[in-house]
């Protein structure tokens, strides 16, 4: 069948999106903050990485600026919700809300601009291999980033004294707080780097995969992001699973209309979000799984006691 | 630092921020142009300015339909001066709360009302009774009032145009369209690009994606991408953002701008933009009500009184092609040419417009299949 390796490395990009944003969420919930303003951060970093680009040319600059962009905004929330308590959920709407008409307001005048000549990458050696070569080998570096992340954070997680008190922060603040841990501190932190993360993803949007600034170009991919991370039982490989599998189907259901496949359009574009969801939810069936994975404390307020 | 210190520092940096940004004022709302009236009344003009509104259902920087529409705007104010003071509201989506936006408008003072997209049709036919001494103008829709017409453009003209650029620029007779949602415009642009490439190329066939939005650019890129996958060398799209001549661009093939003109996004990849111009419509329009002969009809303008062109034809296309566009555009302004133009089949083979015949507003209007060469089934059928 034709157009199978350019339909593996669509999948691949699309993927990525989500896979970062939902990464960076992901870190935010396992320290028990659930923070709902994902698509407001993912339009602010994209507004920021497309304006970085324009001014400067360098697509570096433009990640790390959306990066911070991402972080800033996290912060924003963080210390509302960590400092002064306030409802998470209300909160993070607001950042999204925020997020959206303020990038709206900020990027009118870069509706017009163009970015420069968007470079091409491919592996030197691997790329060249027939099949696979243009399947796997000839992505942009930070969706190869955004696998090393994926198992990087495993790792962290699963594996590292750092992400148990992660994880302990998530379930019980309280015996963390018993112990000596600073929660509030490190959940800031935790707050902070997810946002990079998410941030990194508005600003891949912007800059590499459609490479244009127009308001709301996220389109709704902050929630998709979201729903990820809960779907996906806040485990790392899953949501990379769940992310590439979005990206998959959303590229399999314009290959199926474009191949004239007699099922009707709309359908066909519910497909990509039906598919994830029943996926994750058969592998999350065990309630006990979700139970043991699910962070204890996700979505309420901690006030340290002493 | 103590524990309360940190908040504290927090709350200090954030009500400066807050503080630095309420200098300037966020007006993605309405932003009201009124041109200044003149000191001494002109004669004629004895009730003031004209007050018009528009209501848009996307932001003016789209760079496509709402951008086409704004840009009539501002052209009809700038030739009517201190006739008219123009106002607009973007972003209202085509839902009940436009009626809103209809009624505040009028609240305001407004006797004209522009509705620039199908969604607003409902909306509208709900205030128009209510305010009689107002006018309304729906475009691409289809039903009217004691004060409410319609105004449409003949896209259709300008798809078949860009077709016929297509056609003679594909190497894989493979063309692709990026459909937005299935409604009869859409589908009768699609044919009509078909008919167009068809033209000077009869083994052209034409591949469709629909997306389910007038604008969704990460979605449009994937379809792009998914069409380009499966062989086709020529894009072309009824959705409103560049997103698809850019995926061109960056895969090395041809695509064509829509509503605006879209070189600058993909300079090597474009092969000409169909450009809608709401300027002339829009000069007659007030000009009806300025001189009191607004009269309920629909219209539906197209080369000939300028409302549709394909402009920026690239230097790769051949120059005979490029003069076979010039001769197809005299022919559409002076009606001696028409896109469809008998022998026209369905996918099935059958007949539906006779040799020689040309198709009225009526048939055109009904468009619901695919044209032969046309691949896939038109959803919802």
Redesign the interface.
């Given at each position: 069948m034709d157009g199978i390796a350019p339909l593996i490395a669509s999948t691949l990009s699309a993927g990525t999106i989500l896979a970062l944003a939902a990464l960076g969420l992901l870190i935010n919930e396992r320290a028990g903050i659930l923070n709902l303003g994902a698509e407001g951060m993912m339009l602010m970093a994209a507004l920021a990485g497309y304006a970085t680009c324009v001014h400067t040319g360098s697509d570096t600059l433009a990640f790390i600026a959306g990066a911070a962009a991402g972080a800033a905004s996290a912060a924003c929330f963080g210390a509302l919700v960590i400092w002064f308590n306030t409802n998470q959920y209300a909160t993070g709407l607001a950042l999204s809300l925020f997020g959206a008409g303020f990038s709206a307001f900020a990027g009118i005048k870069y509706t017009q601009e163009k970015l420069p000549e968007r470079p091409r990458f491919s592996i030197p050696v691997l790329s060249d291999i027939p099949f696979v070569g243009e399947a796997f080998f000839k992505q942009h570096p930070v969706v190869y980033l955004a696998i090393l992340f994926t198992l990087a954070l495993s790792w962290f997680l699963g594996r590292s004294r750092g992400g148990l008190v992660l994880r302990a922060i998530g379930e019980s603040p309280e015996s963390a707080h018993a112990l000596g841990y600073p929660v509030r501190r490190l959940r800031f932190t935790a707050v902070c780097i997810g946002g990079a993360l998410v941030g990194m993803s508005g600003a891949y949007l912007s800059t590499v995969y459609t490479p244009l600034w127009v308001e709301g170009m996220v389109a709704g991919k902050g929630w998709i992001a979201l729903a990820l991370t809960t779907f996906a039982t806040w485990r790392p490989a899953r949501v990379l699973l769940g992310a590439y599998l979005f990206g998959g189907v959303t590229m399999l259901q314009f290959h199926l209309q474009g191949q004239g496949v007699n099922i009707a359009s709309q359908w066909l574009s519910m497909l990509p979000y039906l598919a994830t969801i029943v996926v994750l939810v058969l592998i999350s069936r065990d309630i006990n799984v979700i139970r043991i994975n699910m962070p204890a404390s996700l979505g309420k307020p901690f006030h340290p006691t002493s | 630092m103590t524990?309360r210190s940190?908040?504290l520092g927090?709350a200090v940096l954030?009500g400066l921020g807050l503080a630095a940004c309420g200098g300037d004022k966020?007006?993605?709302q309405p932003a009201a142009t009124p041109a200044p009236v003149t000191a001494a009344p002109a004669p004629e003009a004895a009730k003031g300015p004209l007050k018009i509104a528009f209501v848009y259902v996307g932001?003016v920087?789209?760079?496509g339909w709402t951008f086409a529409h704004d840009r009539g705007r501002k052209e009809m104010a700038a030739e009517l001066g201190s006739k008219v003071a123009t106002t607009f509201v973007e972003n209202v989506p085509e839902a009940a709360d436009a009626e809103r936006v209809f009624r505040d408008l009028i609240g305001q003072g407004n006797t004209l009302l522009f509705g620039t997209t199908f969604g607003y049709m409902e909306p509208m036919l709900k205030v128009a009774p209510d305010s009689p001494d107002v006018k309304f103008e729906h475009a691409t829709g289809y039903k009217m009032a004691a004060n409410l017409r319609t105004y449409d453009s003949r896209t259709y003209e300008g798809a078949y145009l860009a077709g016929v650029v297509a056609g003679k620029m594909t190497k894989t007779n493979t063309l692709?369209v990026i459909g937005s949602i299935?409604i009869p415009e859409v589908i009768r642009n699609i044919d009509s690009f078909t008919l167009g490439a068809q033209r000077s190329n009869p083994a052209v066939k034409t591949?469709?994606?629909?997306?389910?939005k007038w604008?969704?650019?990460?979605?449009?890129?994937?379809?792009a991408?998914?069409?380009?996958?499966?062989?086709?060398d020529v894009l072309f799209q009824n959705t409103d953002?560049?997103?698809v001549l850019?995926t061109a661009e960056?895969a090395g093939k041809f695509a064509f701008g829509w509503d605006s003109d879209m070189t600058?996004?993909g300079p090597n990849a474009h092969l000409a933009s169909a450009v809608i111009n709401w300027s002339p419509y829009y000069k007659k329009a007030v000009k009806d009500v300025l001189d009191g002969a607004w009269k309920k009809d629909a219209s539906w303008w197209g080369v000939k009184e300028g409302t549709i062109d394909l402009v920026s034809i690239s230097d790769k296309v051949p120059a005979e092609t490029k003069a076979e566009i010039e001769k197809l555009k005299a022919g559409l302004k002076d009606g001696s040419f028409h896109p469809w133009t008998g022998p026209i089949s369905d996918q099935a083979g059958k007949e539906l417009l006779p040799a020689g015949q040309t198709a009225d507003d009526g048939f055109l209007h009904k468009i619901d299949f695919y044209v032969k060469g046309v691949?896939?089934?038109v959803?919802?059928k």
């Open positions: - | 524990n940190v908040p927090f954030f966020p007006a993605p932001p920087g789209d760079a692709g299935p591949k469709v994606v629909w997306v389910n604008f969704d650019p990460p979605k449009e890129t994937e379809g991408q998914s069409l380009l996958n499966q062989g086709a953002s560049p997103a850019q960056k600058k996004f691949e896939g089934k959803p919802g």
